[in-house]
């Protein structure tokens, strides 16, 4: 009985030992991820001649105006190595998708040829069949069929502030001239009224869609800040509330030739 009692001991020491390891493991990874954020976000910023502002590039990625927030959750709420294990998956695929952003920040291909950080991503996920990923940086959308691309369009995404989020996804809903209705008050900085869309793929849980924004003129570089939009809608001059925002005609095309379960790749 002693011996298997130390046999337990020993164990439950070696546990504790790979637990304290791992721990540490991620929240080194956690200060590694949120030190190259800050410190490229410094560095490459977009400065906004309509109002004057200065931004940070990759404000997807932030902790304060992104989702950056998410990988602290996921290291302060684990306590088992699965669950530590899950979030260094999880910090290391976000670090993966913000190389990717920063590969394409000196790629000077143009927006509607393939692109090298889209082709790295899904060997990365061993993607095949129809993928659809967006690019932040270019503010573009190419799609892809077994590693070939087939379509690209210009997009506007999430604003600073409201994100779009970054990582792989697969579209679960889609709505047709459906109506989007804001789940805040009147007054609420995040307020919309009533919105009538045509096509809507989602993509993301929490209403983060693929979907037409008829009442923007400019789609591409620069639209997910504040600018000037010809259309004269309330909401066309500036990014969205983290939806991914296509023309009428290419939301379209992008929703008669996706399907549930199409996957989505965002950096």
Not at 134 to 143: D, G, K, L, N, T
Request: net charge negative; hydrophobic share 35%.
């Amino acid at each position: 009985m002693q011996r298997i009692e130390l046999e337990l001991a020993q164990q439950h020491i070696e546990y504790l030992a790979s637990l304290f390891k791992i721990r540490n493991q991620a929240n080194n990874s956690l200060n590694q991820y949120h030190q190259e954020v800050d410190n490229w976000g410094k560095k490459h910023q977009y400065y906004d001649f309509y109002n004057g502002v200065t931004y940070p590039l990759n404000y997807e990625y932030d902790r304060k105006q992104g989702f950056g927030l998410e990988n602290d959750e996921a290291v302060n709420q684990s306590h088992t190595m699965h669950e530590y294990q899950n979030a260094l998956k999880r910090i290391y695929a976000n670090l993966m998708h913000l190389h990717a952003m920063e590969a394409d920040y000196t790629d000077t291909t143009a927006w509607n040829n393939p692109h090298a950080s889209d082709l790295r991503l899904m060997r990365y996920y061993h993607l095949t069949g129809q993928v659809v990923i967006v690019s932040f940086i270019e503010q573009a959308c190419r799609v892809y069929r077994d590693g070939k691309l087939i379509k690209a369009f210009l997009i506007t995404s999430g604003r600073l502030g409201d994100a779009s989020p970054a990582g792989i996804w697969q579209i679960s809903r889609r709505r047709w001239h459906t109506v989007f209705r804001s789940h805040v008050p009147v007054g609420s900085p995040n307020w919309y009224p009533d919105t009538p869309i045509n096509y809507a793929m989602e993509y993301h849980t929490g209403g983060y869609y693929l979907h037409d924004s008829w009442w923007r003129a400019y789609y591409g570089r620069g639209t997910n800040f504040p600018h000037y939009d010809p259309a004269g809608e309330e909401f066309a001059g500036t990014g969205s509330h983290g939806c991914i925002n296509l023309s009428l005609w290419d939301a379209a095309w992008l929703y008669a030739n996706t399907g549930y379960g199409t996957m989505v790749v965002t950096y």
